[in-house]
């Protein structure tokens, strides 16, 4: 009997893929086989995501296309965890799971596809099977989130913060690194919240004890020697203590740190921490100690009851903060989200504007501090090579969300090589290099 296929839809944000690759690991070490297509596929699994009524469609489209092509369908992810609204549009769905459920889905595999008789004949890969290229992987250390931020149903979906272990992070990291990973992406809901769960509870790792937590596992990923990046960062105060192994080089001096609004009154309706001040204060300390620091940060505008003036508060947060990278949002109610109860909702019309404003404010900022960096040499990771050159990434460069560097002419490199470019040419997004 050959070995049945399932083809794979992974929809949503990074923690959604490592799912992905979770569950695509068990199938494979099960034997069985990944189809790219409905057609070849004996069933299809869809990894949805609900974060915003976008992805909500998008998600819905998915599973409706799959069953039209293939019709044996099988759905997880965020949007599991809203099964009536899944059967209402698709009833003929064989099994719904939440977020983060491997073992029920590949339970479900089994029930309406069952592995061929010899799970074991396929070997797999020592880092498992990565749906992201080979040079750089997404490294999932926790799932779920304590907060409970107005605009966001994420706990409600994935409940609260479960941390894994930090050998077994520790582990895995060193498997995708010896596999030839160059670049660990540090994923999670909250990040920085690492090991609270886990009352922090230290761990034996190669001869020392590591703490399940935030500081540790930044010092210990650090010892890699391969580019280590942290995503997802709530602004606790203790954030501020790994600035120091950035400026060492141990981890990458890049934070994304989500602020989502400057305006207090705005940031308490929203449940967030701290005020504008406290965080241009960090942003400048945290510059002072490491200057090469990238900051990314995410923000919603347009949320219920922003005044004209607070939302001008914000404007002048960017201008004082000067960030690198910023990502924004017009406020969208989710439903489910506390925040769809409060007063003053604005009309779409005001709050499109106050998105463009704010990308437009916050554009030429950007613009200006990658103009900055002209002249100056930095190690770049080549991560592909087209006919007219190789597109890199710098140190300030996440994979998808930032910008890219192109070395025109440079064919000769590989993906995953590190290279040194002087930087000669920039835009609002990207920069131009030159090898040294
Ligand atoms: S920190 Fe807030 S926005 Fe982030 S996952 Fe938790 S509740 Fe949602």
Not at 256 to 278: V, Y
Not at 359 to 382: C, D, F, P, W
């Amino acid at each position: 009997m050959s070995n049945p296929r399932v083809g794979f839809i992974s929809l949503g944000c990074p923690k959604a893929l490592v799912d992905s690759e979770q569950i695509l690991t068990r199938l494979r070490m099960e034997g069985y086989r990944v189809s790219p297509n409905y057609q070849e596929s004996d069933l299809v699994i869809v990894n949805t995501c609900g974060f915003i009524d976008a992805a909500v469609e998008e998600s819905l489209d998915s599973i409706g296309e799959a069953l039209a092509e293939n019709g044996k369908v099988i759905v997880t992810g965020c949007l599991g965890a809203r099964q009536d609204e899944i059967l209402e549009r698709h009833p003929q769905v064989l099994k719904i799971t939440g977020a983060h459920a491997t073992d029920e889905v590949v339970e479900a595999v089994h029930e309406y596809l069952p592995p061929a008789h010899h799970p074991f004949t396929s070997l797999i890969p020592p880092q498992g099977v990565k749906l992201t290229p080979k040079h750089y992987a997404y490294l999932k250390i926790s799932e779920g989130c304590n907060h409970r931020c107005t605009f966001c149903i994420i706990p409600s979906m994935r409940g609260d913060l479960v941390s894994r272990p930090v050998a077994d992070v520790l582990s895995e990291a060193e498997r995708l690194a010896a596999a030839g990973v160059k670049e660990l992406l540090v994923v999670s809901q909250d990040t920085s919240a690492y090991g609270l769960d886990l009352k922090y509870q230290s761990r034996d790792w190669k001869g020392h004890s590591v703490k399940t937590q935030f500081y540790d596992l930044a010092e210990a990923l650090g010892e890699l020697g391969i580019w280590v990046r942290m995503h997802y960062v709530y602004p606790y105060p203790h954030v501020d203590r790994v600035i120091p192994l950035m400026a060492d080089g141990k981890i990458l001096p890049y934070l994304d740190i989500p602020f989502q609004h400057a305006n207090s009154r705005i940031l308490k309706l929203m449940k967030r921490p701290a005020a504008a001040e406290n965080n241009l204060d960090r942003i400048r300390a945290w510059r002072q100690i490491c200057p090469d620091i990238t900051i990314r940060s995410t923000f919603i505008v347009g949320f219920p009851g922003e005044t004209e003036q607070e939302f001008e508060e914000l404007l002048q947060f960017l201008s004082e903060a000067q960030m690198d990278r910023v990502g924004c949002f017009a406020y969208s109610p989710v439903k489910g989200a506390a925040a769809n109860q409060l007063p003053d909702a604005l009309p779409e019309q005001v709050k499109e504007e106050r998105l463009a404003r704010f990308m437009a404010h916050q554009a030429e900022i950007s613009a200006a501090r990658l103009q900055r960096r002209l002249g100056k040499t930095e190690t770049v990771l080549v991560d592909e090579v087209v006919e007219e050159g190789s597109v890199a990434r710098s140190k300030a460069d996440a994979p998808e969300i930032d910008g890219q560097v192109f070395i025109d002419g440079a064919t000769q490199l590989k993906v995953g090589d590190f290279v040194d470019v002087e930087l000669v040419e920039a835009d609002e997004y990207d920069l131009w290099g030159k090898l040294v």
